[in-house]
């Protein structure tokens, strides 16, 4: 099977993944037209999707002469542009030195090349050799004006994920202002759609939300300069009678951690039209003769067995494609982080006092949170000092991370590169180094401001500062931490004229930053974070192989939490603490087998004082750990399936990993409300292998796979509120069948 076919008769390209197949064709007036996204169709061309009707007050192009059918305000296209007579919401528009906004984008030419493209200093996925990922590139251009749109998509035929991005190049002879330029453009010839999305806030981060499509936009954005806890950049259409795993569905997830915005349109013809990209708020680029715009890329699935396929196809698209550190297959060390056992308040001391009793009971990496370095004692000074405070951590940083290493524990260290306090040494020196408007007190937000670091001298002024601190430690691991919002967007290195760049260099200079760190560090864990988890996007994980979830430790509100993040990104990549009790956030009190239940579907670790946890709780957190470290490999390689949902009415919730060979499935979960005269709650399983014997190792019962799916298995009665749920099966070998 070709992942990629073009047909020079009926001028029809295909991309075929192993289930699914999308389709264009170059139509009349070379006109790209979208044909089909779906289930894999083989050979068939999907060309008599498209009718063409005579509909009053959607004009035509005017090579279309008197033929009133052909209109674009109807027509399923692949990228349109502004100002072409398609009133629904577009890929691009420009304006022209005339004031003018038309462009008539027609099919030029295409190349079909071995592997995935790249985008230059753009998270992007990526093959591991050239027979993962075939590209095609169809480039469009506007006669008039010489501006060229070049159509990126990576086909990824194991994973069944398609990426897309679009590259911008002013061929013409006149400056051009970008205004906007969508990555990913979709036309769905279907109504009754539903929109599943994931909106939060902080410490309530990607809460689902499902609605049906209605005509008229709808609108997913951020403008806050990061993704967002308010709403991840991503998004899933389904047929409204889809379920976990019924229906037809369509996911997309944009590979970019700045301002983004998804529309979905119903338009007239009950056709649904999708756009995903930066936000054209503040966004203006401009683009001088032969200068390009890359738009940054977006992750497109489909699937026609419900959601959990969606939510395979992009956990397994990005554990392989996406997530570049090598701890993405490896075991991850379970941590102990200071935050909320010490806030600012700590001395070399009580580190090590944590640490020792970590140790103690099997943890194999520090983490040493924020306040260590300039004068940090709380949060209002001391970003963008880098260096330690030796009134806090007497002796000396190096000193303390010895001892630490000498514990035979690995170290690790929060900074927040991107951030200025205006009470510090950095600002003092180079007030002008943060984006401030001239002449307007800035907006702060938690004290501080944010550094620019569009500008390379500031990004390489600070990393040389980290730099500095990571090798004097040797240190093992990183939290790469951002605590507010970007605004006074304003840059002074650059012209009036280009401050609509701004917001997009900067995310651009964030990626630098990065970059440098993990190139320079091949072997360092990188967690970043975001006040929680307000980066939680695909961006981030081309760096960072997790991502703090959120700052609420909360293990009931975090099943919300973290159920939600599972749609999109696996659950390797979410950062999960198990932390003390009543918990610091919702004053709840959960025992220590539910946080660690919750905490163990992420990448595991303790966030609490150990040195004042009782020894009985101790005992229970190393065997927890020794627990952890056995299920890993399952939680981290296998596929994942929603059993039960936050709010339904099981009382529970309850998900599963199930190994890729069937072989073992751990169930885990959280029931709710205790109920006096309690209703028995069923769970059934999903992904085993039906027809072979299941043993399940606590009670050593035995069931078929079609059994524990179809029949289901109740749910303990629950003793008190919250507690645990947990099942472990090994698929019994044909010996051991024969010796039951
Ligand atoms: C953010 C992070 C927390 C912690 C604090 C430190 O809120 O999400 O985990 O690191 O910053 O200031």
């Not at 992007?124 to 095609?136: G, I, M, N, Q, Y």
């Not at 599943?196 to 609108?219: A, D, K, L, S, W």
């Not at 301002?259 to 039209?273: G, H, P």
């Not at 306040?371 to 940090?376: A, E, N």
Request: net charge negative; glycine share 8%.
């Amino acid at each position: 099977m070709d992942p990629i076919k073009f047909n020079p008769q009926t001028r029809v390209f295909t991309l075929r993944t192993r289930s699914t197949m999308y389709q264009m064709q170059i139509e009349r007036y070379d006109t790209l037209v979208h044909l089909y996204y779906g289930a894999n169709l083989g050979d068939a061309e999907i060309v008599h999707r498209i009718v063409n009707l005579d509909r009053g007050f959607s004009g035509n192009p005017y090579e279309a002469e008197d033929d009133r059918r052909f209109s674009l305000d109807v027509l399923p296209q692949e990228y349109t542009a502004e100002g072409n007579g398609d009133y629904r919401i577009q890929g691009i528009e420009i304006r022209h030195p005339d004031g003018s906004n038309c462009l008539q984008l027609k099919y030029r030419s295409h190349k079909i090349l071995p592997g995935k493209y790249s985008l230059p200093g753009l998270p992007a996925l990526f093959a591991r050799d050239s027979s993962d990922a075939s590209t095609l590139e169809i480039l469009l251009a506007d006669s008039v004006s010489g501006v060229e749109v070049k159509l990126l998509y990576g086909v990824f035929p194991q994973c069944d994920v398609i990426t897309r991005a679009v590259e911008v190049i002013n061929n013409g002879s006149s400056r051009i202002a970008l205004k906007k330029a969508m990555s990913l453009e979709l036309d769905i010839p279907k109504r009754s759609l539903d929109m599943i999305h994931f909106y939060g806030r902080h410490n309530m981060e990607r809460q689902t939300e499902r609605r049906p499509v209605c005509h008229g936009i709808q609108t997913i954005e951020s403008k806050r300069g990061m993704s967002s806890h308010h709403h991840n950049p991503a998004v899933i259409l389904c047929d409204r009678t889809a379920t976990e795993d019924y229906g037809e569905c369509c996911g997309v997830v944009f590979v970019y951690s700045g301002n983004f915005q998804c529309q979905v349109e119903l338009d007239q013809a009950e056709q649904t039209r999708l756009t995903m990209g930066i936000h054209h708020s503040n966004f203006s680029f401009r683009l001088n003769p032969g200068e390009s715009f890359i738009a940054p890329e977006a992750v497109l699935t489909w699937s026609g067995k419900g959601l959990e396929q969606i939510s395979h196809h992009f956990h397994d698209a990005f554990r392989k494609h996406l997530i570049r550190s090598s701890y993405v297959n490896r075991h991850r060390p379970v941590l102990v982080n200071n935050w909320e056992a010490t806030y600012f308040q700590f001395d070399e001391k009580k580190l090590y006092g944590i640490a020792k009793a970590a140790k103690d009971i099997g943890i194999e990496l520090f983490v040493l949170d924020d306040g260590w370095f300039g004068k940090r004692d709380d949060d209002i000074s001391g970003l963008g000092d880098w260096y330690v405070n030796e009134k806090k951590i007497h002796g000396g940083l190096p000193a303390l991370v010895q001892r630490i290493h000498d514990l035979g524990m690995k170290f690790g260290i929060w900074i927040e590169p991107e951030m200025i306090s205006e009470d510090s040494d950095l600002y003092r020196a180079h007030p002008d180094w943060c984006l401030k408007v001239p002449g307007r007190n800035p907006m702060t937000s938690r004290g501080q401001l944010n550094l620019d670091v569009s500008r390379k001298e500031v990004r390489d002024y600070v990393m040389g500062q980290i730099f500095q601190v990571l090798d004097a430690c040797q240190v093992e691991y990183v939290k790469w931490d951002v605590n507010r919002a970007v605004s006074n967007v304003y840059s002074l290195s650059l012209p009036d004229d280009r401050q609509g760049e701004v917001l997009h260099r900067h995310m651009l200079g964030v990626y630098d930053m990065m970059e440098q760190l993990v190139s320079r560090y091949p072997d360092l864990l990188l967690e970043t974070c975001a006040g929680g988890g307000g980066r939680f996007d695909a961006g981030m994980l081309y760096y960072s192989p997790q991502i703090w979830c959120s700052d609420n430790t909360d293990a009931i509100d975090r099943l919300e939490v973290q159920y939600g993040t599972s749609f999109l990104y696996p659950v390797s990549t979410m950062g999960a603490h198990v932390s003390v009790c009543p918990n610091h956030q919702t004053g709840r009190t959960t025992s220590m087998d539910t946080r660690a239940a919750v905490a163990m579907s992420g990448t595991f670790g303790y966030e609490l004082d150990l040195e004042h946890m009782a020894d009985e709780d101790k005992k229970l957190a190393a065997a927890q750990i020794k627990e952890f470290k056995r299920i890993e490999p399952l939680i981290q390689s296998g596929d994942y399936y929603r059993i039960t949902a936050p709010g339904d009415d099981h009382n529970a919730v309850v998900w599963s990993f199930v190994a890729k060979d069937k072989r073992k499935a751990l169930v885990l979960g959280v029931t709710l409300r205790k109920y006096a005269n309690p209703p028995i709650t069923l769970i059934h399983l999903r992904g085993l292998e039906a027809d072979a014997q299941y043993k399940e190792t606590g009670s050593g019962h035995v069931y078929t796979g079609a059994v524990l799916m179809y029949a289901g298995i109740p749910l303990p009665v629950p003793e008190t509120d919250y507690q645990a749920v947990r099942f472990e099966f090994v698929m019994l070998s044909c010996l051991d069948t024969l010796m039951l």
